[in-house]
């Protein structure tokens, strides 16, 4: 994964700079928006580690993004919320041991065959959850109260209190974004880097792939649960719908929408997808067929995704200041 | 949330300052929502949450379309104020409804906020009225604890709950000299409320359901259970499909000569909607619904030949949910003059309403949901025509409901 | 269980398999030669089936509706391969993923706006409607016959087309080695077109055949789709025979899944896959990938 050109970083700050303000000057649905818009761009992200960083396409991501956000659900008790302390590690924990568990096996094919084991598995847990009524069936479950953060009964964050938790989000969003950033720069990024370029010769040089791409395939759904944790605090409502292959679909359109090549492109299509969805949906009922459009000219005129777009809005002379960065 | 209410955002901050300023004190108690403000002569803002995309489109469309009939029957207006829709397509997809609602609820502040047809997506629609004190009112999806559990004064239903039209027919089949059946439906929340409302009929009426048959949701491929049923050989079927589902099964169930053999029954949902699709194999099955096309009554006359004037399309059971859905907008907005600040009075006007229904007068339980009567219906002519009166005013059990 | 009922349980999931077989084939016929992963396969199966009903409602006959409305479907293949699909050849899969993405969308609310949401039914021809008794209880339509006479017909079509012909070679070398082809001076260009074209016909001629058996309603597509991709892909994919093999497994996980375990019957068929995959990492008759 590469690291983005420097006009590009100074893009993503400005764009951070004016999130900041969103709570201040935008409307309360505009917190909410921009909430959930991040939490889509850290399960993006995290679907990007396993993508562009080591070249495994996962159709299956939603399975721990859903199973965390389960696990909020299941561990908060009926009429007040459950300790962060304690719902924040078990539904991260719980979506890496299970993205672990799937990923052993997953992990033993490759290419397309991949894609499709992963999808399997996310289809089997959807229907556990779907079919069986270990965790209120098809209608989902409510969450009663939201994750308290409390440090010896004084509380630290107000996770009700919209502002809170979209700055916390936020925080979390940058915080997910940098980790990603020291991963792919650390030996452990590199070594995932090359096997994602020449496996074979990763293993001639002593490498081991396999567990290589298994650390990187838990991580990811470690991050996965992380965003899927978000959720489940910001809407308390879960459901079966979010194992299904349209949610892990939706993380896989973000991070190809947005750019394989650039470590921001996950963020850049998650935020892209959410907003215009937004947007056309205001205009027709027919709004699908537009973003169909949209999707298609993306791929049509812009090879290595909306990432491109970035630095050709930027004036001719500076366009070129960008080319000598990279 | 009060207090994010109040502080929250900057829209409600200047709100408040405003309101401050023309020494409106009482908002000050945080009971009067401050959105509504703005004043009396601004439209009144109607949210549909509902599918217009997808397997469920055409219920979401003749529902929008219904609610529109009855509001322009009477002027076009509620309460004497114009009236601005917003539409918004869920797409019948629960992971994306909490943004959705919100859109409908915080986003465009609608005064009513109306929806929808998917269980799994209301689930999500009754979290979000409830967060944010909207006045949710469903015009189809019958998830028992929208009514049930999770039944709060702001929430109504004008459709039915899933137990609702199933449990007459348990009294139906056993009436029919069936002494055992078997049940099959779809495996979610709508199929197994079904069943649980047949069983609990059918074995209060001294029969006994034999075996449950479970399709995966939305499966449409039946004829390995059919099978299996033909081997077993109850004295008669229960099951539960809809839409495209139901149109293949009662084709399979013809094509696979079981009619004969294992007479057929179902909620109305089975032949509602789809009856032109499914032909010669849907003459003569019965089903049980709060609604049959061929009422006498002068409203559901009228209703019909409007509805088809209007639309070109003939109604069905949910384009009368969704007149309905209209007719309860209009008296509470009519008790109130069209004052939607005057929360309390309005609940209590929909609360007592009496709702003139093609499907016949109706009123509401106190879990916000119909009491109405259930019809027995036969398929005649390709058209669901009635046949008894199968129970009369049923009343939801509610299971679960305190309302606050 | 029953021996007569347990025999005819295994007739059935040999015909849905065939059925799967049919809609699969196409995929995995464009899968292997032209390296293209569809998503959009299973519109191409909905507009065969709203062909179907269209033109059956025109011409009052399914096999009139079947003429006609293949040629449409082959055309539609063949021009969307030209305006679209034939610029990713040389990409990344995942950008084919994005684009045939892109197009369900498109397909899906064009069928919306052409045909609207009512659910559709579809007669079966006049000549097969009858039904043969099995059990003093149990009938089966004439016409399930006839579909699975047809799946097999494809099947053997496909076979000889791909193993005994000059085009059926073409074919083969080219889902081992396109540039082969092109150094040997075939025109490519061509033949992708017409084995897209073909694959979008297949999924359409089994939409069209199995309208009267499943109506014809919005979301139709969507559904065959994933079951189509894991009959590809536990066949091996670009394998047709690995199809036929994967599609008749599926049939049968399926019908027996739902006898057995009618809880977790939809479980049945992604565990075959997980399991296969498990054993053979790149399917069934799959090439290493």
């Known amino acids: ?326 | 949330m009060i207090d994010d209410r109040i502080a929250g955002s900057p829209r409600y901050r200047l709100t408040r300052r405003a309101l401050l300023a023309g020494g409106a004190a009482a908002a000050l108690a945080g009971s009067v929502p401050t959105r509504f403000a703005l004043g009396q002569q601004a439209k009144v803002k109607l949210g549909l949450m509902l599918p217009y995309s997808g397997t469920y489109a055409a219920l979401g469309q003749n529902i929008t379309d219904a609610i529109k009939l009855a509001i322009a029957e009477k002027g076009g207006k509620l309460g004497g104020r114009e009236i601005e829709y917003v539409q918004v397509d869920d797409e019948s997809e629960p992971a994306k409804a909490p943004q959705n609602a919100n859109r409908v609820v915080v986003g465009e502040k609608a005064d009513f906020f109306i929806g929808t047809v998917h269980s799994g997506v209301v689930m999500a629609m009754v979290k979000v009225a409830r967060e944010e004190n909207a006045l949710l009112i469903i015009p189809n999806a019958g998830a028992g604890a929208a009514t049930g559990q999770f039944c709060a004064p702001n929430i109504f239903r004008t459709s039915f709950s899933n137990w609702q039209p199933a449990f007459p027919m348990g009294a139906v089949a056993a009436k029919r000299g069936h002494k055992t059946a078997a049940v099959m439906a779809w495996k979610y929340g709508a199929g197994e409320e079904s069943v649980q409302g047949f069983t609990e009929g059918f074995t209060k009426a001294g029969g006994k359901v034999v075996k449950e048959f479970w399709v995966p949701f939305p499966d449409v491929e039946f004829q390995a259970q059919l099978t299996e049923l033909a081997a077993l050989k109850p004295d008669a079927l229960f099951v539960f499909f809809a839409g495209g589902g139901a149109a293949k099964f009662v084709k399979d169930y013809d094509g696979a000569g079981l009619r004969k053999s294992i007479p057929l029954y179902s909620t109305g949902f089975l032949t509602d909607g789809v009856l032109k699709a499914q032909g010669a194999a849907a003459e003569g099955l019965f089903t049980t619904l709060h609604y049959a096309e061929n009422l006498d009554n002068p409203v559901n006359k009228r209703f019909r030949a409007d509805f088809q004037k209007q639309t070109g399309r003939a109604a069905d059971v949910y384009a009368v949910q969704g007149y309905d859905t209209g007719q309860l907008l209009i008296q509470a907005m009519d008790a109130v003059k069209g004052d939607v600040k005057a929360r309390e009075p309005m609940i209590k006007a929909m609360r007592a309403a009496t709702i003139d229904s093609p499907r016949g007068k109706f009123t509401f339980s106190a879990s916000h949901n119909p009491v109405q009567d259930i019809y027995l219906r036969t398929v005649a002519n390709g058209e669901n025509q009635f046949v008894e009166v199968a129970h009369k005013a049923l009343a939801d059990p509610a299971a679960g409901c305190k309302m606050t | 269980m029953d021996p007569t009922f347990a025999l005819i349980q295994i007739l059935n999931g040999i015909q849905y398999g065939l059925l799967l077989f049919l809609i699969a084939s196409g995929l995995t016929l464009a899968f292997g030669v032209l390296r293209v992963i569809n998503l959009a396969h299973g519109s191409f199966y909905m507009v065969g089936a709203y062909l179907a009903f269209w033109l059956t409602q025109r011409t009052g006959e399914l096999w009139l509706a079947i003429v006609l409305g293949l040629p449409l479907a082959l055309a539609l293949g063949f021009a969307i391969e030209r305006v679209m699909i034939r610029f990713l050849y040389e990409r990344d899969h995942l950008q084919q993923v994005l684009l045939t993405y892109g197009l369900i969308l498109i397909l899906n609310e064009l069928q919306s706006i052409v045909f609207g949401n009512e659910v559709h039914g579809v007669p079966a021809p006049k000549a097969l409607d009858f039904s043969f008794r099995l059990t003093d209880t149990l009938s089966y339509p004439a016409y399930r016959v006839a579909v699975s006479i047809a799946c097999l017909a494809v099947a053997a079509t496909m076979y000889g087309v791909i193993q005994h012909t000059r085009l059926g070679m073409v074919i083969r070398a080219g889902s081992v080695n396109r540039e082969m082809v092109e150094i040997l001076g075939f025109d490519v260009r061509r033949l992708s077109a017409l084995v897209f074209a073909a694959g979008a016909g297949l999924a359409a001629f089994a939409g069209m055949i199995a309208a009267p058996l499943s109506s014809v309603y919005p979301g139709l597509g969507d559904q065959v789709l994933i079951v189509c991709f894991v009959v590809v892909v536990i066949g091996g994919i670009g394998s047709i025979k690995g199809a036929f093999v994967a599609a008749l497994l599926v049939g049968l996980a399926d019908t027996f899944g739902k006898t057995f375990a009618p809880g977790l019957a939809s479980v049945a068929v992604y565990a075959l896959m997980v399991a296969t995959l498990l054993w053979r990492p790149q399917g069934l008759f799959g090439r290493n990938a």
């Open chain 1, 1 to 326: 994964m590469a690291a983005p050109p420097r006009m590009l970083s100074v893009l993503a700050l400005l764009g951070l700079a004016a999130l900041l303000l969103v709570p201040a000057f935008a409307d309360r649905f505009y917190v909410q928006l921009f909430t959930k818009v991040m939490t889509m761009a850290i399960f993006a992200m995290s679907l990007g580690l396993l993508v562009s960083g080591v070249g495994l396409v996962s159709l299956g991501h939603g399975a721990f993004f859903a199973l965390a956000a389960y696990i909020v659900a299941l561990v908060s008790p009926a009429t007040e919320g459950a300790s962060l302390w304690l719902a924040l590690p078990l539904a991260i924990g719980g979506a890496a041991l299970a993205a672990l568990a799937i990923g052993a096996l997953a992990i033993r094919t490759s290419g397309v065959y991949f894609i499709m084991i992963t999808l399997a598995f996310g289809q089997m847990l959807f229907y556990l959850f779907h079919d069986t009524k270990i965790a209120g069936g098809a209608d989902g479950l409510f969450i009663a109260a939201r994750p308290v953060v409390a440090v010896g009964g004084i509380a630290l964050l107000q996770l009700d209190h919209r502002p809170s938790l979209f700055y916390a989000t936020l925080v979390a969003m940058a915080a997910t974004y940098l980790f990603l950033g020291i991963v792919s720069r650390a030996p452990f990024g590199k070594a995932i880097e090359g096997i994602r370029v020449n496996e074979q010769r990763m293993r001639a040089l002593g490498y081991d792939t396999y567990l290589h791409k298994l650390v990187a395939f838990g991580l990811s759904g470690a991050l996965a649960g992380f965003s899927g944790f978000i959720y489940a605090t910001q809407y308390t409502y879960v459901n079966p719908a979010l194992f299904s292959w349209h949610q892990s679909g939706l993380a896989l359109m973000m991070v190809i929408l947005g750019g394989l090549r650039s470590r921001l492109g996950p963020l850049v299509g998650a935020f892209a997808l959410v907003l215009i969805e937004e947007l056309v949906q205001a205009w027709t009922t027919h709004w699908l067929l537009l973003i169909g459009v949209f999707v298609i000219s993306v791929v049509l005129t812009l090879p290595n995704g909306l990432v491109d777009l970035l630095p050709r809005l930027l004036p001719r002379d500076r366009r070129r200041g960008v080319a000598v960065d990279a």
